[in-house]
């Protein structure tokens, strides 16, 4: 299944918000050497509870609109 994604780097706190049309992600990680992205797919496979290795960044990897596939 294939979601847009928003990425708010820098966050006081990480968390996964999703209303009916958008997943927005909070991470205290900084978008610097891939840190953030890592956060995101980290805290994507915890509130699916899938491994890690189940999400893809499809696009997006250098912006903060992304869109991520989990198998």
Do not use: Q, W
Request: hydrophobic share 35%; proline share 1%; no cysteine.
């Amino acid at each position: 299944m294939r979601y847009e994604v928003t990425v708010k780097p820098g966050s006081k706190k990480s968390e996964v918000k999703i209303d009916s049309e958008n997943i927005v992600i909070r991470t205290t990680k900084r978008a610097h050497d891939g840190e953030a992205n890592a956060a995101v797919v980290e805290l994507l496979a915890k509130h699916f509870r899938v491994s890690k290795g189940s999400i893809k960044i499809l696009r997006g990897e250098k912006s903060h609109k992304k869109v991520v596939e989990i198998s």
